[in-house]
């Protein structure tokens, strides 16, 4: 099982970027993949992005095209998210995920980090 663990939240500004990192250790993280969801206040949580355990192939939701960047490095096990033009509606908790197989829900997941837009 991984520990999956979230960082670089932090309150910014509308228009402002931010990289989340999300470092997963105790499994070898070059076979895993990994993925990005959040979830805003009331609201369930949604999928932003996930890339696949040799990066060789990554996709996004829909909504989330254009703004949002997922990456990974295997040399530090961890995964990123580039997230620019910032918007206050991108104000949720970002989760990380990482796992095999195609159901999110299996994989092992992380505490998440707040990210709060303000206009």
């Known amino acids: 099982q991984a520990r999956v663990v979230e960082s670089g939240g932090g309150v910014v500004q509308h228009g402002e970027s931010l990289r989340l990192s999300c470092s997963a250790s105790?499994?070898?993280?070059?076979?895993?993949?990994m993925a990005w969801f959040r979830q805003a206040p009331v609201k369930e949580r949604e999928f932003v992005a996930a890339i696949s355990w040799s990066g060789a192939s990554s996709h996004y939701a829909d909504s989330m095209k254009g703004r949002f960047t997922i990456s990974r490095d295997s040399g530090a096990s961890t995964a990123y998210l580039q997230i620019n033009s910032l918007k206050p509606e991108d104000t949720a908790v970002y989760y990380c995920?990482?796992?095999?197989?195609?159901?999110?829900?299996?994989?092992?997941w992380g505490q998440g980090t707040q990210v709060t837009v303000s206009s």
């Open positions: 995920a990482a796992g095999l197989g195609s159901d999110y829900d299996s994989w092992d």
């Open positions: 105790g499994v070898p993280f070059s076979t895993y993949a």
